[in-house]
């Protein structure tokens, strides 16, 4: 298992999730944590669900880990991270076709929140990545990264 530091492409994620969690530990594969993170990751245990038991069940390999203390998908070879929650909405790095799919899908790299701030992902984490629209098609593009990055 690659700790996610050790991916180059991480750089950005790895920055914008410690900002939010400097004190949490950098990455925890999920077997070593509990069910908590459903509840205490400050994430919408909806989102948590979606990125581990759906997305995550269409990987190769089991991928559920935390970044930072944030719920994340990171491959197990090459350390990428290929999802992460935001909240109450999550996001996704993808590459091409998947990126241009989710984004003809309703994908979204710009959220408004409801404090009135918003975030801007492509800024925030990269070019590729998109906030997820729960789109049917998501395991899919999330399988085309996890190959694209192993």
């Known amino acids: 298992m690659t700790d996610p530091a050790r991916c180059g492409q991480n750089a950005k994620v790895l920055g914008y999730l410690r900002r939010a969690k400097p004190a949490a530990p950098s990455f925890v594969w999920h077997r070593e944590h509990s069910v908590k993170a459903y509840y205490e990751s400050g994430c919408h245990p909806d989102i948590v669900e979606r990125i581990w038991d759906q997305i995550g069940a269409a990987l190769p390999s089991d991928c559920r ?4 203390g944030t719920p994340a998908l ?33 994908a979204k790299t710009t959220v408004t929140w409801t404090s009135g701030g918003s975030t801007d992902i492509g800024d925030e984490l990269g070019a590729d ?20 990055f192993g």
């Open 65 to 68: 880990s935390l970044v930072y």
């Open 74 to 106: 990171v491959h197990p070879a090459s350390g990428a991270v290929l999802a992460i929650g935001m909240g109450t909405q999550y996001g996704l790095r993808l590459c091409e076709p998947g990126l241009s799919a989710a984004r003809a899908s309703g």
């Open 129 to 148: 990545w998109v906030f997820g629209c729960f789109a049917p098609d998501e395991p899919t593009w999330c399988r085309q990264a996890y190959e694209a």
